[in-house]
Every structure is written in structure tokens, then in C-alpha cells.
């Protein structure tokens, strides 16, 4: 399967009517075993990936070191289309940056409003929006369904708004319409919250997960019910088999 018809697929598989789940791996291994369990799509999360670099998140990691694992992912399961979280850019160019993915072989990206590299300070409402559509006009120009979830941290830095929920509205609201193809408000707080999200929004919506505990809006039927067209794990995967990991060692002392 070439690049083009993954991203076409990835894209579609987010308009099925049903919620598309895209367990977040982090190396060739954790890739192959979640493909071989059936999903249709997997999402790289930037925190795993950093872990299992010994690295840290927050662009602790450089592009290069970044993109380094997305090509070991996307080697690993080569029909199967991979999005890779690319934290707020790296400081790169949006050309630069859906260049190069396309090359390390991801057909999507998360992109965020917060800068880490530069103290972490929040991206205004249309600096957040250009970025994405920069992305998007080189996703455009390359020829691929370039799948690009534009995230907000409104809500895990909620003390800096007086409504969390509408600055997320706005945001995404802008993202939408500079061309992102999915909203991704990250650590929305509750099902009121999250609807509110979902009414206010034209596209599919991306929220987090717990794979053992379930969403801050309740189980996987409860955001099928909802209508939330995508979920994903971020680092939360990776740190619930860590117990497991550590059971089954712990008997070989």
C-alpha cells in the first residue's frame, strides 16, 4: 500500500459512523503486536516514544530523534497507516515538517498549542490556526490525505481561561476551518464538556483514553453512543502494562 492511499484510508476510517481507536505505540515491537491484534491504524505518542528512547517529552527529543522512531514504526507494520504525535512542530517549518513525515512514513500528525521549546508558552488562537494550515496547504501540494488533529491544551492549562471549554471551541473552531481534519482537546474533564465539544465542532473529535479505566466521559460505548469519532491512548498504555511488567519479573528475584 503506497503512502497516498494509507493517508486516504487513515482519513476515512475517521467518517465510518463508529468510533476509530488507535492505540498509541512506541517502537517496531509494540506496533507489530497491536497490528497483529486487529486495528486498523496506529498512533505514535510523542511521551512513550521519548521513553523508550530514554528521552524526555515536551521536545526533549529533536525532530531528527523523533522522526527517527516514526520510521522504525512505520517500517515495521509498512501496510498499515501510522499518525505520529509531532509535539508543536519541533520548530519546523510546516513544509518541512509533512515532508519529512512523509518520508519517515506517517500519514498523520498531531500538532499542539503549546511550545515547549520555548518555555512553553500556549500559541494564540491564529498562530495555532496558521501552523495547521501551513500543514495542511503542503499536505495539499504533496497530494496526500495528510490526517492532521490539531490539539489544544485549553484544558490542562484551564486557570488561564475563564471557560476552558469555549476557548477550546474557538481554537479548534479555527483549526477547521485553516484545514485540520481532526480536533483534539485533550484532557476535556467530562461527558458535559466533551458534548459540548462535539455540538460545537463540524469534524471528528479525538479524545484520551485509559485502556484499563476507561475516559473522563465514560467507557468506549459511552463515546460510541456520543458520537466521538476517535480515541487514543497518549502515554497511558505504555504506563498500565509497566505494573504488569513488573509482576511477572518480580518472581525471578
Not at 503486536?33 to 529533536?62: K, T, Y
Not at 471557560?163 to 476535556?188: F, H, N
Amino acid at each position: 500500500m503506497d503512502i497516498a492511499t494509507r493517508a486516504t484510508t487513515l482519513l476515512e476510517l475517521h467518517h465510518t459512523g463508529t468510533t476509530l481507536v488507535l492505540p498509541n505505540v512506541w517502537d517496531a515491537w509494540s506496533a507489530r503486536v497491536v497490528a497483529d491484534a486487529g486495528f486498523p491504524a496506529l498512533s505514535i505518542g510523542s511521551h512513550p516514544l521519548a521513553d523508550s528512547r530514554g528521552q524526555g517529552d515536551n521536545e526533549d527529543m529533536s525532530l531528527d530523534d523523533a522522526l527517527d522512531g516514526v520510521r522504525r514504526i512505520c517500517s515495521a507494520v509498512p501496510d498499515v497507516p501510522v499518525t505520529a504525535d509531532m509535539e508543536a512542530g519541533y520548530g519546523a517549518a510546516p513544509a518541512e515538517l509533512v515532508e519529512r513525515l512523509l518520508e519517515a512514513g506517517a500519514v498523520g500528525l498531531n500538532i499542539e498549542d503549546t511550545v515547549h521549546s520555548e518555555g512553553g508558552r500556549m500559541r494564540s488562537v491564529a498562530e495555532h490556526a496558521d501552523y495547521i494550515g501551513g500543514l495542511r496547504r503542503a499536505a495539499d501540494a504533496a497530494g496526500v490525505d495528510v490526517v492532521i488533529n490539531a490539539r489544544t491544551d485549553a484544558f490542562i492549562k484551564s486557570d488561564q481561561f475563564e471557560d476552558p471549554v469555549a476557548e477550546a471551541i474557538t481554537r479548534m473552531l479555527a483549526c477547521e476551518e485553516a484545514g485540520s481534519r481532526c480536533s483534539y482537546p485533550v484532557g476535556a474533564p467530562d461527558a458535559a464538556s466533551l458534548q459540548r465539544l462535539l455540538d460545537a465542532l463540524a469534524g471528528p473529535l479525538n479524545t484520551i483514553a485509559n485502556p484499563r479505566k476507561g475516559s473522563a466521559a465514560g467507557s468506549l460505548e459511552d463515546l460510541q453512543v456520543m458520537g466521538v469519532h476517535r480515541v487514543t491512548f497518549g502515554p497511558l498504555l505504555q504506563k498500565e502494562l509497566a505494573p504488569d511488567l513488573t509482576a511477572l519479573v518480580a518472581a525471578w528475584k
